[in-house]
């Protein structure tokens, strides 16, 4: 396995992407198509900015990318139709969005976030679940109806629920496991095509154990340049 792992290392370096995540996009995108030429894609856990390398890409210079992350990303290398914030999603709302979205919706939500681990099998995933949940809860007012979506979540005791409020918000949502990602990973994604707009979501009951949101590192964009 550990071959395998240096295979998709050494390509990332090669093909000039951030990091080997990157190819778990392209694989998910090759066999789900959910990013195309021209599209509105929001990138949500963007740091360090491979997978809004491969959204750029994709989506070619009439598309638009918007990379949001905690953590400050990059900007150096990135082409002019990507954006990029630094942010908390609890916290996002329209208003954060670049002019260039011409208040539009986004035709693909994609996300690579991920909790800080903890080791704690249990806790970790459902915190990973606490916060595809709180992705979920923010597409009325970011991804058009017939849009598109994927999300990394660690497996658990909630990962099930968690996919069935997906499968009720989209016409088709499963997990996927791409082959970049470690074969002991917990690691999925959650694959969701056609989504139903607003009236489809239900409420999930929160766990109270959880922080109602993740750390704040306010506001800050670094537009083209």
Known sequence: MKEVQDHF???AKEEGYRARSAYKLIEIDERFHLLRRGARVLDLGAC????????????GDAGVVVGIDLK???RRGMPSNVFLLQGDINELTREHLPPAMEGRLFDAVISDMGPDTSGVPMADSARSVHLCHAMLERLPFLLRTGGHATMKVYEGGE???LLRRAQGMFDEARGFKPKASRAESVEMFIVCRGYRGPGADTPQPRDPSLPTRAPSSGWGNTQPG
């Open 72 to 74: 400050p990303i990059e």
């Open 9 to 11: 290392f050494k390509l």
């Open 159 to 161: 990962y099930p629920g």
């Open 48 to 59: 360090p900015g491979s997978w809004t390398q491969v959204a750029a890409r994709r989506v």
